[in-house]
Each structure stands twice: as structure tokens, then as C-alpha cells.
């Protein structure tokens, strides 16, 4: 063997495949070199070729490709995901040549750029075919999402293209795996945009088309929500959307849709309107069940008790739900026997859960009315049992009003007294001037209007009429002695007995001192001396005055004539007033005694004088 033959054969190649070369012959070294170059020609850098494996060390692979000297590779790049090496001497592998010849005089290889190169071949020839591509979505990143598809080659998924609406949280996608379609591909450039909309729009097309063939008003279908807004929820009933209006998810009360749906919930539905052209549809959930109208009569009759929820508060009175669909109005008048209830809400509140009593029932207009306060006694039944017409009762002052005094009788049950009805001998102008709110009073049951539920009540008639024997009991000009009840602007209120009070006029009142002689003003209950300064029959007022000594003449009116004005009868007797005999003589012969001895009890010796003179 010659030295050549020798030196080459250590290059790992044999005698066979190096042309023989005579000794001797004119080819010079070069020409043989490149000869054996040439013979053992294994590929090119850049170009994917096959190799086995020679030996799997501690950290790389050695490769014959079949050059004068073996590959290496990493062995980092034969890991699993476990990071166990998957490679054994005499695996066939693709290898991708990145240099014929390093430092070290070895053949650079990578198995993964193999890979890739591979995996980019297989996507191309996918785009070409126009076939779908597996992916799994790996990340978010920006304007969109990255996508691993096959050898771990990353693509683009745009944010439009993930699905056929917007989707707002694209973390809740990261990994799942669908079918993508390759909609942009650049291979120089590394560069993949996928999308999933288009997938999802040929299905959606296809699916429609099978539901308009056999959607039609009236019929029952299936659906999913898709989407929820304020006013109804979307349906997709199989590539076409339905909206479910809010007013047709329920015969009850809906305040927002998502109280009834959440998104991706399965729905039975109806279809109540479909327009071919514009390919609108108008759904109800509702009238896939029955109007709860349709036994509200023989379900909730007038007397029966219910449980329901208040639903809303108005003015008026609060609405109460029954059952989903039927609701009944308590009107504020029928919240409280007792309690005068200025606002509803000032006495429930809503989605407050009672107790009421049905009152009427109209199921064509859907109607009920409820009762709050028919779940109590009624005070005014009570009342009835208990009083009748002419019966003394007594209670306190509720309320006052220029006509009259309110007292109240017993819980929920009030009387009036008017101010016609408080004296026999005092004109009551104003009831307040008498009494004031909480005082006690007596008074007699005067008449129950049953048909209104009120109750008339008098005071002056717990005595007897005073005014048959006045002139006798009371002439003028006598002296008396009685208790203030009441203190007026224009003057105090005397009572001389029951059922006798009078008024001290402000101009005929004598004001007393304290202690320091100082004047002072009257208190109620204090008692005083006065004498009868005027007896007013026609309006039954009886005036004292306590000037003793500088009284005026006494006056005692009679009714005037009808064909004369009636005038108003003072507070107080006027010293210019003229005395009406005629009515007092009349007074004075029913009550047995005479004209003549009134006017001497008031004129004494004068009377006498002015008759020897005559």
C-alpha cells in the first residue's frame, strides 16, 4: 500500500472509493485531494441531509453523514419534555447542515433547524392545499395571540380573527387547541398569521342555512345566549341571532336580564316574529308556558290570606308579588286601620316578604287588590259592639280645626265634637280658644254614621239645657263666682257650674296682682268673682263683668225682626244698646217671674225716684 493510500484511508474512507494512482504518474498531490474531495461529497451548507448516530455522549450526538469527519450535535436538542435524551447509536435522523468544516475540522449540525425546516415544508405545502392547521394557543401577546403549531413553529392569531364577536378577556383562551387556517405565509421571513373566524364564519353560514329552512313564526325552538344587554339577551339559534326581549323572559317581574340568564345558558324559546328579508327574529320565553292570569281567580279568591314579596312602591300604594306574573296593588288605604300613612314607604320597603288579604279579584284586567290592615280587627266593629247613640265616653283632644274637636274614643275610632256642640251659653268661634290637643274630654255620643264610619259627639249635652230658668238662675247684675277654663285673646272663659260658662270680655275684666301688686294675667283653673252683665238669647251668650259699681245699664237682647239685617252679636254689651223688652218679657214669663224685678234688682231707689216724680 502506498503512503497516500495510507494517509487517505485514515480520513475514514477506503481504498475502493479513491481511484488508484500509479506511482509515478504526472497527477500531482492536488489533483488527488481534490479527486477524493470530490468522491466523498455529502452535501451542502444550508441543505438538510440524512445521518446515523455514532454515539450518544454526556453532552452531544456524533452523526456520520458520510464527510471525512463526523457531526456533532447538542444533546440538549434530543431531550423530551421529561429532559430525557431520546437518541441510541444507529438512529437514521434529518440533520441540518450549518457548516462543512469548523475549528476543529468537524461538520456543524442542528437537528432542531431540521426540524423546523421540515415542519415549515409540511406548512407550506398545508397553504398550498389550502388545508387547516392544529394549533394550541400558547400566549397573549400584542394585538393579538401566539399560536404552537406543528415543531413548535409559532404563529400570529389577530385579535379579529379569534372569533366571529370581539372577545374582551383573550387570557381564558390560552390553552385550548382548535383548527386555524393559514391565512398569510412567509417563509423567508419566518411569518405565520392564522385565523379562527373564517373557520367559525363557513360554519356559521352552513348551520344558518339549515336553520332558516325550517324556522317559522309560532314554533318552538333551541337556543344559546350569546350576548346580554339591558334591554334582552341574544339567542343563537343555529348561525342566525333571535332577541329575547326583557318583557317576554317572564309573566313576573324582570329588572335586568342577567337575573335570569347568564351567558352560554341553554334556552327553549318561541318564535313570535320572522321577517324573511331583513332576517330579523323576535323571541318569548314566557309563552312557551302558561298565563298564571288563567287560574288567578280560583287561586287567590277575596278572603283568602297569601304571602307575596313587595316588587315596587309608588304614591298610591305598593305592589305585591304573588307568583312569578301575578302581582296585587295595597292601596295606601288599606295599610292601617289605626295609622294614617302619608307615603308607603314610610310603612314597607321593598322585596319585604308579608302577609295580606286578598279583596278583589279582576283576572281580565289583571288585577288584584290586597289588604294589609283586614289581617287586624277592625277598631270601627269594635267601636259599634261596644257604644251606641246617647252613651258618655271620654278621651283625649287629637286634633283641632275651626269647626270643631276631634277626640279619640278608642284605637283607630275618632269623634267629633262641634263647636256648636261644646256650650249651651258660650258662642265657640274657635275651638282652639277652648281647648287644646291632648286634653281630656267627657262628651255624649250624639250619632253613628255607620255608612261613613263617623261619630258625632256633643259635650254641652252631659247637662241640661240651662237656658229655660237663665233669667231666674242667672239675672243680670247678680254676683258670681266661678273657675277660668280657658284664656282667649279677647277675654277668659268662666264656667259657673256644669253646663254654665261665660266670658269675661277683655274690656270688662279687672287683671290680678302678685305679690309685688304688680298685674298678672289669668291662669286656667283660677277662680274669680264677677256679676251677669249681659244675657244674649238669640245667640246664647252669657257675658260677665268684673267692674263692679261701673256697670252699664243692662242690656238683654232679643231675636230682631225678620224683615230687619240680622247683625252680628258682639262679644262684649255695648252701654248704647237698646234693651228688648218684648223678648224679655216673653224670657221672664216662662221662667215665672217678671220685667219689673229685674229692672229693680239693676236700678234699685233710681226706679223708685223716677216714679214720685212722675
Known sequence: MSTETTALGSAGQTTEQIPFVAAGHADSFAALFEA????????????????????????????????????????????????????????????????RENDDGLVTLSKEKADKMKVWDEISSACERDELIEGTISQRVKGGLSVTIRGGVKAFLPGSQVDLRPIRNLDKLIGQTYQFKVIKFNKKRGNIVLSRRVLLEKERDEIKTKTLETLEEGKVVKGVIK???????????????????????????????????????????????????????????????????????????????????????????????????????????????????????KFLEVAQELECQVLEVDAKSKRISLGLKQLEPDPWSIFTEKYKPGDKIGGKVRSLTDYGVFIGIEEGVDGM???????????????????????????????????????????????????????????????????????????????????????????????????????????????LDAEISNIDSQDRRLSLSMRVGTLAPVVIAQPQQPQQPQQPAPDRPRPDKPAKVKKAAAQEASSGGTIGDLIKLKLGDKLGLDKDKA
Do not use: C
Open 36 to 99: 477524493s474531495i470530490s468522491a466523498g461529497d455529502f452535501g451542502k451548507e444550508g441543505e438538510i441531509v440524512k445521518g446515523r448516530v455514532v454515539a450518544a455522549q454526556r453532552d452531544n450526538v456524533i452523526i456520520d453523514i458520510g464527510g471525512k469527519s463526523e457531526g456533532m450535535i447538542p444533546i440538549s436538542e434530543f431531550l423530551d419534555a421529561q429532559g430525557q435524551p431520546q437518541v441510541k447509536p444507529g438512529d437514521i435522523i434529518d440533520v441540518f447542515i450549518e457548516s
Open 227 to 345: 350576548n346580554i344587554t339591558e334591554y334582552g339577551a341574544f339567542v343563537d339559534l343555529g348561525g342566525i341571532d333571535g332577541l329575547l326581549h326583557i318583557t317576554d323572559m317572564s309573566w313576573g317581574r324582570v329588572n335586568h336580564p342577567s337575573e335570569v340568564f347568564q351567558v352560554g345558558d341553554e334556552v327553549t324559546v318561541k318564535v313570535l316574529k320572522y321577517n324573511v328579508e331583513t332576517e330579523r327574529v323576535s323571541l318569548g320565553l314566557k309563552q312557551t308556558q302558561e298565563d298564571p292570569w288563567n287560574h288567578a281567580e280560583e287561586a287567590y279568591p277575596p278572603g283568602k290570606k297569601v304571602r307575596g314579596k313587595v316588587m315596587s312602591i309608588t304614591d298610591y300604594g305598593a305592589f305585591i308579588e304573588l307568583e312569578p306574573g301575578v302581582e296585587g296593588l295595597i292601596h295606601v288605604s288599606e295599610m292601617s286601620w289605626t295609622k294614617k300613612v302619608k307615603h308607603p314607604s
Open 417 to 527: 265634637v262641634h263647636k256648636s256642640d261644646i256650650s249651651w251659653t258660650v258662642k265657640v268661634n274657635n275651638p282652639s280658644d277652648i281647648y287644646k290637643k291632648g286634653d281630656d274630654v267627657e262628651a255624649i255620643i250624639l250619632l253613628i254614621n255607620h255608612d261613613e264610619k263617623k261619630v258625632s259627639l256633643g259635650v254641652k249635652q252631659l247637662f241640661d239645657d240651662p237656658w229655660p230658668t237663665i233669667f231666674v238662675d242667672y239675672p243680670p247684675g247678680k254676683h258670681v263666682h266661678g273657675k277660668v277654663i280657658s284664656i282667649a285673646d279677647y277675654g277668659v272663659f268662666v264656667r259657673l257650674k256644669d253646663g254654665v260658662e261665660a266670658l269675661v270680655a277683655q274690656s270688662d275684666m279687672v287683671e290680678p296682682k302678685d305679690d309685688q301688686g304688680e298685674p298678672r294675667p289669668f291662669a286656667v283653673g283660677e277662680e
